[in-house]
């Protein structure tokens, strides 16, 4: 074993990003890991995506937990997990480091996990039965994750667009370990979960809007 020289430090000039005339929107491309904050300007909030996201969770029997009260703990530099222990049980974990927009971003991502769980032993078998025609079960499973988190998330006007397509592309080595025959079956299973969280978050965010309403009405009327 060779010994190598220690590493020599010089001095250099740096600059804080107030320095510069960078705008918020150029800083996910700037830093990638940097944590972002979505400010909406439209008919929703981000209360309401939040609202929204716990309806999905509920229709798929799964609880979303902090880390901070998961027994799983510290979470690292990842934004989230789905988690599902040897028992059966799951659970999906968020970092409690992340702003509301990342968890709801990466809360949407992990729940796509969790819808596409039953279809591990599907990709299992077809791998087994054509291993040129199919990609690893986890770069599927990213993959489709992913699309659905940035999907659902742009329809609320959350371009995660600089997070989600390095993320895709790591996944899946700029889409060349899909092929066009499994990308059809992926895309369309992307497509139909995506439209089910929209529709889940839509009518719990309208019958949120109706019940508070009618409080509303209720309380003029009383005055």
Not at 164 to 190: C, E, F, G, R
Request: overall charge neutral.
């Amino acid at each position: 074993m060779k010994l190598k020289k220690p590493p020599i430090l010089k001095k250099g000039t740096v600059f804080d990003i107030s320095q510069t005339n960078a705008t918020a929107d150029d800083l996910p491309k700037i830093f990638p890991e940097k944590t972002w904050d979505f400010d909406i300007k439209g008919e929703h909030s981000l209360t309401e995506l939040q609202v929204g996201v716990n309806a999905i969770a509920n229709s798929l029997k799964i609880e979303i937990k902090d880390m901070s009260k998961s027994q799983y703990g510290e979470l690292g530099v990842a934004r989230g997990a789905y988690i599902k222990s040897a028992d059966g049980s799951e659970e999906i974990v968020l970092n409690s480091r992340n702003t509301i927009t990342h968890n709801i971003s990466t809360a949407i991502h992990e729940l796509a996990h969790k819808k596409f769980d039953h279809l591990g032993e599907l990709f299992k078998t077809a791998k087994d039965s054509n291993p040129d025609s199919y990609v690893n079960r986890r770069e599927i499973q990213e993959f489709q994750a992913e699309l659905v988190s940035y999907i659902v998330c742009l329809n609320y006007k959350m371009d995660t667009a600089d997070k989600a397509i390095p993320y895709i592309a790591h996944w899946t080595k700029n889409h060349q370990l899909v092929d066009l025959k499994t990308m059809k079956s992926v895309l369309n299973d992307v497509r139909v979960t995506a439209q089910d969280f929209i529709q889940i978050m839509d009518g719990v965010i309208l019958s949120e809007r109706q019940q508070t309403l009618t409080n509303t009405n209720l309380c003029l009327k009383v005055e």
